[in-house]
């Protein structure tokens, strides 16, 4: 009931302050569906100066609205206006979703755990990226509970499916705060030795979804190295140190400023589409990996999380073909994701991190994205 008030108040907002000021809610009904007989639906959360709207499809984040220095409200983060863009899918497959149960590209869908080799479904250049054909953003998840600032939603991996190993419980806690924080809680188990490596894939224009470039946003990433990739993007095995390179953004640099560079990683990438090494001071504290700062708005979302690793990704993909959620095309370089992670393909790479999980072992993993302005 509280909530529903709260999704009231926030319409009555946007009928009130005008385009400038208001929030426009998404209409829950075009998201009320079963899909393999369970049900699905659009939860509202707000919290500080945060509204958010979460479907249970996919784990998606659906929109997020926050204020820039003046106090007027943009959603920031891209997606659809209905269910059924997400189920029939023609655009970017993973917009808002939770990815998994591996995040980011196994190597020839193949890894080997105890002897055993695992074939998985190779869905990207002849690898296996987030899970394979359908991972966690095609699945519809289990809602535990929903309240004004809190979802917390359960899915198990049945195993075999997606040719990984062991039935994979996992629970994950959407929150917002009072400090205008998107957090993140994830823990799983599983009954077999498997690999996990979940993360959350939005992507965030801090000018409001379709309202231009994010190659002037201000970017700085809390790392000295990076794991280099061949030309499907699969890491070589290398860690590279970032100094003197366009990869080094230990000080603020716009996006932009060297991505047109002369640089094998970026030609490889096709720009910023890379596995950065967060500095940690730490071994399991949440720590910050990364900020943006978005100088016409004043918008600024600080990424902080316990993970050893960070995807960086510039929206090299997009293309315009497909509109979002307010009629506006999804263009080029026009959004960016950061990726809490593991490193990519680490089930192939013995002298990364391992990602096992074995029976009586917890995955667990926070990720918060802090909003302010600045």
Known sequence: MKRNIIALCTLLLAACGGAE??????????????????????????????????????????????????????????????????????????????????????????????????????NNNGQTLHGGLNGLDRVVWDVVSATDDRLVLTYTHADGEEGFPGNLQIRMTYSLTPQNEFRIDYDATTDKPTVVNLSHHPFFNLKGEGNGTILDNVLTINASRTTPVDSVLIPTGEIADVAGTPFDFRQPHAIGERIGADNEQLRNGGGYDHNWIIDRRSADGIETAATVWEPASGRTVEVLSDQPALQFYSGNFFDGAVNGKYGKPLRYRESLALETQKYPDSPNHPGFPSTELRPGEHYTQVCIYRFGTK
């Open 21 to 122: 000021t208001g929030i426009t809610l998404l209409s829950e009904g075009a998201f009320d569906a079963r899909i393999d007989g369970k049900p699905v639906k659009l939860y509202t959360l707000h919290a500080g100066d945060v509204t958010m709207q979460v479907t249970n499809y996919g784990a998606r984040v659906v929109s997020l609205w926050t204020p820039d220095r003046e106090g007027r409200y943009e959603d920031i983060v891209l997606g659809y206006d209905s269910l059924s863009r997400y189920v029939d899918n023609t655009g970017e497959r993973f917009l808002g979703a939770v990815v998994g149960p591996y995040a980011n590209r196994i190597a020839g869908g193949r890894f080997t755990l105890d002897g055993v080799e695992y074939t998985l479904p190779q």
